[in-house]
């Protein structure tokens, strides 16, 4: 059984960093892109960044210079390393991965979300 799991979400103030970790656990055959989305209170999950299977990353333009995202192949991991965080930004933060499976079946998974509160 596939599992992603979060770490990493907390309380900081604006302008600090966090790092969120999301380690996908079970047997598969392979993952494509991987990403990370939010959810705020009475908002639409929002996608925040993306990265293939490559390394090449897309990214939310209100993220864009102050997160990064990046990936662990060996370790089927993603990380999303949050700057100069600022009080939107606050959410549940979902890890995503495009997963292949033996047998060819091709499904989306997801992490069960780490909060991530900014205060002013």
């Known amino acids: 059984q596939v599992q992603l799991v979060e770490s990493g979400g907390g309380l900081v103030q604006a302008g600090g960093s966090l790092r969120l970790s999301c380690a996908l656990s079970?047997?598969?055959?392979?993952?494509?892109?991987m990403g990370w989305y939010r959810q705020a209170p009475g908002k639409q999950r929002e996608l925040v960044a993306r990265i293939t299977s490559s390394g090449n990353p897309n990214y939310a333009d209100s993220v864009k210079g102050r997160f990064t995202i990046s990936r662990d192949n060996e370790k089927n991991t993603v990380f999303l390393q949050m700057n100069s965080l600022k009080p939107e930004d606050t959410a549940v933060y979902l890890c995503n991965a495009d997963v292949l499976h033996r047998g060819g079946l091709r499904y989306d998974h997801w992490g069960q979300g780490t909060q991530v509160t900014v205060s002013r």
């Open positions: 079970g047997s598969i055959f392979r993952i494509n892109g």
